[in-house]
């Protein structure tokens, strides 16, 4: 490993504040030695072959799975921490009561401590990144400084890192800083910080992905949605998927849903076999993150800042995804799973085979529990996805026609309805509920609002969030049509009453029909519900419950609902806009 303090002969102008940084945080950590990432093969390969020396990586069978390894994470650093988690403006009030907040000067000074010495005996990385294709006016870089060689890795698979990300770097002489070390993974001394009108992220104990791997979360959302509003640009928890249908036509759709809701899913989704004799095909341009900025023609113009798949593993299979399936079998970092007795990585959900190793290296014994963590992962490059979009890495991004919500929700809400207008779709996403999953430490299936999917991710007060997305409805502007999908809606004998998976093209292409003004629906307060003739459901057998169910609105419950909506949004206080009290008062109103 390159022990030098900066890469050869860097412009001393331009990196001089990242090489200032560096130095500074080296003086604090006192590592022994320093590595500058350059994202190449054989950096690559050399950190693969130190952590399985190390024992932080394990080979897999190189028959089914070659080039893939596991990593086993501590048992107590398996998800994200949302209590541990901070946002550190300057004002209490800019946080918001969406974030947990801390002093700037009180958090920096409680993290700097934990970082005090903390590498001795460890190497330093640094890694430059970008977010978004290279060479993207809507891309973004910074910079991580590590002591992970996992963490490496993964964002070697997950960002544009190294030697083109450095050199964009220099030339726009501006870069989010991100300080995270392992520490002694204890989870008493775990924070994540973000402090984003210095553009800096500090992390410390954490292994877990969405704690270490700062250009994901930490970046992608907590920091960048405070410099999209500043910048007027949205960076949103959405995949990013284009429909083609039989004419040739792709029409491209931002969808928001919370972790583990099925996401890399959608964003992957294989058309049912009737879709596909007709031509229709679906293309992914990302399964997590998505920023969005006005274009000069007034749409929305988005694009996947990630270059891989961070996804969750459980459920996974050749049911529900075969593409996501398909694109692990190679080249691929699992985190957490359980192993099968020839060394080929299992999860509940993939096959009915009976694992040799859970996730922790044990034995497996039903006793135990899941044999792979419920929040179990797989790392791996978006371009081994068999449904990769040509225009994934187009620099202008591709123009969104419709933006979906959507939760996990057992009862009340249909399979899909269409916001009456912007506002309106605002104060759907603003509302959202869903039952919370295992990515995140705590209870699991308690129902909870998670506007747009951002609850554990805006980077400032949600108010001053939503009256953001009310500032892009303006003259010129040609705004995606808004709805919000249940794909999770349960009968009275608690089964889900629509397939889901391959079949949720049927919803999605009566959203493109809506977008296009030629399918029908019947207007109702709460938005424009399809018909059961207006879906597609050939193939499809529902029951008599499912298409009530699925197709009707409770109005009692409905009224009950947006009781419960005007008692959240009056929880943030005067800084709500007063657009959205009288969105929810006027659906209120039509509901008595």
């Known amino acids: 490993m390159n022990a030098a303090i900066a890469p050869s002969n860097p412009s001393p102008s331009s990196l001089e504040a990242l090489n200032d940084w560096v130095q500074s945080v080296a003086g604090l950590t006192r590592p022994d030695r320093i590595h500058w990432c350059d994202g190449s093969d054989a950096e690559y390969a050399a950190l693969l072959k130190q952590m399985q020396a190390d024992g932080t990586l394990l080979p897999l069978n190189a028959d089914t799975h070659p080039g893939s390894w596991l990593h086993r994470s501590h048992p107590d650093d398996v998800a994200r921490v949302e209590h541990l988690t901070f946002v550190c403006h300057e004002n209490e009030e800019d946080a918001g009561p969406n974030n947990h907040w801390m002093a700037p000067a009180e958090a920096h000074a409680k993290i700097d401590a934990l970082f005090d010495g903390c590498m001795r005996g460890r190497t330093m990385y640094v890694i430059p990144y970008c977010m978004g294709p290279i060479d993207s006016p809507l891309a973004r870089c910074g910079v991580e400084i590590t002591d992970s060689p996992y963490v490496v890795a993964n964002m070697r698979i997950m960002t544009r890192m190294g030697a083109d990300a450095l050199a964009r770097i220099e030339r726009e002489e501006s870069f989010v800083r991100g300080l995270h070390s392992i520490g002694e993974l204890d989870p008493e001394r775990r924070y994540i910080m973000h402090f984003p009108e ?127 399936l398909a694109s692990i079998q190679r080249d691929t970092i699992f985190t957490n799973v359980a192993t099968t007795a020839d060394n080929q990585p299992w999860w509940e959900g993939l096959d009915d085979r009976v694992p040799a190793k859970d996730w922790q290296g044990r034995d497996y014994k039903a006793d135990n ?85 951002m609850k554990p991710f805006c980077g400032y007060n949600f108010a001053d969030y939503f009256a953001h997305w009310l500032s892009f409805d303006k003259p010129g502007a040609k705004l995606p049509k808004v709805f919000h999908v249940n794909w999770f809606r349960k009968g009275d004998g608690g089964k889900f009453l629509w397939p889901g998976f391959g079949d949720n093209l049927r919803v999605l292409e009566w959203m493109i029909g809506r977008v296009k003004g030629e399918a029908g629906a019947v207007d109702t307060p709460i938005g424009a519900l399809p018909a059961v003739a207006d879906l597609n459901l050939d193939g499809v057998e529902l029951s008599d419950e499912a298409k009530e169910k699925l197709f009707a609105m409770d109005r009692q419950g409905w009224r009950e609902e947006l009781v419960s909506i005007g008692r959240y949004l009056e929880d943030y206080g005067t800084r709500m806009p007063r657009t959205l009290h009288a969105e929810q008062a006027r659906i209120l109103q039509g509901l008595s």
């Open 369 to 453: 529990g899941p044999a792979a963590h419920p929040n179990s992962r797989f790392t791996v490059s978006a371009k081994q996805c068999p449904s990769y979009s040509p225009h994934a890495e187009a620099a202008q991004g591709v123009p969104i026609s419709a933006i979906v919500f959507g939760g996990r929700r057992a009862s009340l809400v249909p399979l899909v309805f269409e916001a009456r207008d912007w506002t309106h779709g605002v104060l759907v996403g603003a509302s959202m509920g869903s039952e919370t999953t295992a990515a995140a430490t705590g209870q699991v299936g308690v129902m909870r609002r998670d506007p747009m999917a």
């Open 198 to 324: 210095e553009l800096t992220i500090k992390s410390y104990g954490s292994g877990y992905g969405g704690n270490a791997l700062l250009g994901k979360k930490c970046h992608a959302l907590r920091i960048a949605s405070h410099q999209a509003r500043n910048e007027g640009w949205l960076a949103e928890h959405m995949l990013i998927v284009g429909i083609e249908n039989p004419q040739g036509e792709v029409h491209y759709i931002a969808a928001a849903f919370p972790s583990a809701c099925g996401k890399t899913n959608l964003a992957m989704l294989i058309p049912p076999e009737s879709y596909r004799e007709r031509g229709w095909k679906v293309w992914t341009v990302g399964d997590d993150i998505c920023w969005m900025r006005p274009g000069a023609d007034g749409r929305l113009y988005a694009i996947n800042p990630e270059a891989g798949y961070f996804g969750v593993a459980p459920g996974t299979g050749a049911n529900s995804n075969p593409n996501a």
